[in-house]
């Protein structure tokens, strides 16, 4: 069966597709490793065209009410959910995940976002606030265009938790998907003309990091919502500085999983799979430091070791498929060189490995220590690393000594230590019993090197709007002089 997917063209500007003028893009589809689709990148002027097609659709967007570009994004959500099942098969092939996964996790949490920030709309107002008889009134404005640049785990999640918000609030996007995974964005692109959407207030660009530079510094940028690493957030934080642009940064992680005495066991051991190998490992906020309590460490590892044999690797098209594929050659090398390392600097392999081909199983570590690599860097991979832990002031302290905060977990039994250990880690998104729920409704991100800003929720649509403030003078003026 052939699984070439090759779209009408490479770029989205203006409500059609555009064929790139730039470098050639081969689509690989991970599990074969066959060009499934072949796309150019954006020149440089045709980044420039797509901005100023954004810039001149916007007024006329943000003009109109709320509840009218409310109901386009439900249009679009609408569509998402009744083609469900051919998305996430162009998903699979995008990116090797199973599609039991892309299924029920990538397109439907993006239409989620649609459909509540669609419910949001008419609900934004400004305030008013009264100064005796003079009063200030705020307005509660689009910042114009937005540039989305997008990372390769969710491609079409990303592009739609990125225009959701920003489009509700009236402003225009052009946005980036990852040069790995270009095909999701593309897709939401025609569907939202399909339900409605004017023309140039959605566009796509495709390329790689220069062309995501090129955009983030137009002239005609005021927002740029990064999702990627954090060297590359370090880079476009900077750049967007320069013309004082809003940003989000969604980066990456180290996040800490931590496991006391009194957990729930079989609770606690679906959770650090789920946190570690879901999507096979590629989701920034998995929990990859797993601290676990010296009482419950052997049976611990005894019943994650017994669940992980069961799990069924092999064709992401194949609806028993629980694991799939790495996204890329490149980073099944980047974790295979730190699964070599970890066993290198003396931790214990408890299961997994290297793997074959473009796979690699879920790997669990044990006996590691906290200055291992395997312990401090993000490999963005199946690959969990389980420290133990004595107290609560230690693994607490353990568990901050970190450039990273994007997200932690605590499963424990006593509902005072878990309200107290959330309050101490210093991440921006926390879960107790629970791990990597990411539901539209409350706000997601990082805090210290995982980033700024919070994606999803209420929260977001600050960070795609700003506010106006009005002085309302009543009486007259009394000048001194
Ligand atoms: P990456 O940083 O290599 O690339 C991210 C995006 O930035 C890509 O589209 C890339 O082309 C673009 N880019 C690269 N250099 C650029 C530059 N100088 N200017 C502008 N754009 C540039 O990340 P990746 O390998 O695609 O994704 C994996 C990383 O993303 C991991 O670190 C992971 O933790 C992180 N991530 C974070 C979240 C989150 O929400 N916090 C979600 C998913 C992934």
């Known amino acids: 069966m052939s699984h070439l997917v090759q779209p009408a063209a490479s770029l989205y500007i203006g409500g059609r597709p555009v064929e790139g003028q730039g470098a050639m893009l081969a689509v690989h589809y991970p599990y074969t490793g066959e060009v499934i689709a072949t796309l150019h990148e954006a ?27 409310g109901r386009i994004l439900l249009r679009a959500a609408m569509i998402i959910r009744d083609r469900g099942e051919e998305l996430a098969r162009l998903e699979t092939l995008d990116t090797g995940k199973p599609i039991q996964e892309t299924r029920v996790a990538d397109w439907p949490s993006g239409a989620d976002a649609l459909e509540y920030f669609a419910g949001l709309a008419a609900t934004i107002t400004g305030q008013t606030i009264p100064l005796g008889g003079d009063f ?72 790689r990091g220069a062309v995501g530079a090129a955009l983030v510094t137009d002239p005609r940028v005021a927002k740029v919502s990064l999702t990627g690493s954090v060297a590359t957030g370090q880079k476009v934080y900077a750049a967007a500085a320069e013309g004082m642009r809003h940003v989000t940064m969604e980066l990456g992680g180290k996040s800490p999983l931590i496991i006391f005495d009194d957990a729930r066991l079989e609770d606690a051991v679906g959770a650090a799979i789920l946190g570690n190998f879901y999507s096979s490992g590629q989701v920034c906020s998995n929990g990859t430091r797993v601290f676990v309590q010296q009482g419950i460490l052997p049976r611990f590892l005894e019943r994650l070791s017994a669940r992980l044999t069961h799990v069924k690797m092999g064709d992401p098209l194949d609806e028993a498929t629980q694991h799939g594929p ?88 006593d509902l005072a230590r878990a309200h107290r250990v959330v309050a101490a880690l210093q991440v921006g998104t926390t879960w107790i019993n629970a791990y990597n729920q990411t539901p539209v409704e409350a706000p997601f ?23 106006k403030s009005v002085y309302v003078g009543m009486g007259s003026v009394d000048a001194p002089y």
């Not at 420039?48 to 709320?66: E, F, H, K, M, V």
Request: proline share 6%; with cysteine.
């Open 326 to 413: 790495i996204v890329s050659p490149a980073q099944v090398s980047k974790i295979r060189a730190a699964i070599e390392r970890g066993q290198a600097e003396g931790a214990q392999l408890v299961c997994g490995g290297v793997g074959e081909g473009s796979f690699v199983p879920p790997t669990v570590f044990a006996d590691a220590t906290d200055d291992m690599f395997i312990a401090r860097e993000e490999i963005f991979g199946p690959v969990m690393t389980v420290l133990s832990f004595t107290a609560e002031d230690e693994v607490l302290a353990r568990a901050n000594a970190t450039p990273y905060g994007l997200a932690a977990g605590v499963f424990t039994a």
């Open 43 to 69: 020149s440089l002027e045709q980044v420039a065209i797509a901005t100023a097609t954004a810039a001149s659709a916007q007024p006329a967007w943000a003009a109109l009410r709320p509840v009218e570009r």
């Open 136 to 207: 200030v009134y705020t307005i509660r404005e689009a910042l114009g265009v937005c540039a989305g640049i997008g990372a390769w785990n969710y491609p079409s999640q990303i592009a739609c938790w990125k225009a959701a918000p920003a489009l509700i609030m009236g402003n225009a996007m052009v946005f980036k998907p990852s040069e790995e995974t270009p095909l999701g964005a593309l897709k939401l692109a025609e569907i939202f003309t399909e339900a409605g959407l004017p023309a140039g207030i959605f566009n796509v660009v495709q390329g």
């Open 445 to 467: 991100g990082g805090s210290k090197l995982s980033g700024v800003g919070r994606e999803n929720s209420a929260a977001a649509i600050d960070h795609y709007s700003q506010l």
